[in-house]
């Protein structure tokens, strides 16, 4: 039977303390002990049930935990205070001084700073590589090779993994493969596909307000036990902990993803389907010209559509900037970075999300000065939105 990821966070049940609908939340950084020896056996990780100190772990962050494991289909989870709060732990438990990671080299621009600047200093390198190209990736594992890393979906330019053929390779070379899939929740469920670690910005669709930044790692029971650890956990050394009142209304916002997603996706799919015709350059994944149409195909979980995120190129950063202002003006969207929202957000990556990747890698990547990132809203009028756009680019003289 095909993984089904909502099914299986609808199937969780939690109650409250009083018998409330929603779980109780957690409101305390520490738990008091009735025996100094159940507090010891804690400490030591032996006491099942029993809760320390909330930079650990706490009530509320599990049941979200709990929640986004079964979205993913992996043994369990571990939220975080951002998604950058769970990709550097993550690398940096994989990976010590001498080791190498094999990353796309289409990823979000804090996730591409952190190997190019950052893990350099604890002599961690990174190769960046064409992630459509097995033979390419392939190519670049060396004998001190760790992790392969990637996003399902890339952040800016909507590349597609073959997250069953990095497996492949992550098998073979006996490494791990990461996988980012911050832009494709639901439809895409990247361990189900082979992935051994899957990851996710929660400030972007899962929450899908805009109001807080959250992360979460999914994975094996051991691999987060190793995170927590609190000798040598970098989750737990690190400090990048979620506070149980956000778990809690992250939670909440959780359980309508599944309605969200297929709007998204729906509307995505009607601009991107107009914007095509109209003669504009769009690149998304549910369009038939995309490269990698037919791969996301076999991936997806088909119910929730191929996402919110489309690109289109406006030829210059200058036309980019004067569209972007007057589809704001008109209300058909906001000029800002982030995704995932009930309106629609619009951004110019090259000269933002993307600004720390240097300029001659960025056009070596195809990211250009004119391309606008789109992260479709949830318009219950897909058709009047359309239209109202046409009319900014007319006006424009882009179409
Ligand atoms: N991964 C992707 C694909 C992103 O787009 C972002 C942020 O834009 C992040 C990770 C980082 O997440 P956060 O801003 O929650 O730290």
Known sequence: MAFK???SIQDLQ???EFGGVNPSISDSSTYTFLSAKTMFDTFEGNADGCYLYSRHSSPSNLYLGEALAAMEGTETANVSASGMGAITPVLLQLCGAGDHIVSSRTIYGGTYA???NFTPRFNIETSFVDITKLDVVEAAITKNTKVLYCESVSNPLLEVADIKGLAAL????????VVDNTFSPLSISPAIL????VIHSLTKFINGSSDTVGGVVCGTQDFINDLRNVNNGASMLLGSTMDSLRAASILKNLRTLHIRMQQHSLNATFLAEKFEADGLKTVYPGLKSHPSHRLFKSMMNEKYGFGGMLTIDVGSLEKANELMELMQNRNLGYLAVSLGFYKTLFSAPGSSTSSEIPEYEQKDMGLSDGLIRFSI??????ERTYKMMRECMKELNIL
């Open 114 to 116: 952190f190997l190019k």
């Open 14 to 16: 939690y109650f409250g």
């Open 377 to 382: 809203g949830l318009d219950a009028d897909i």
């Open 5 to 7: 990821p909502a099914n």
């Open 194 to 197: 082979g992935a051994d670690v």
């Open 170 to 177: 992550v098998q073979k070379h006996d490494l791990k493969l």
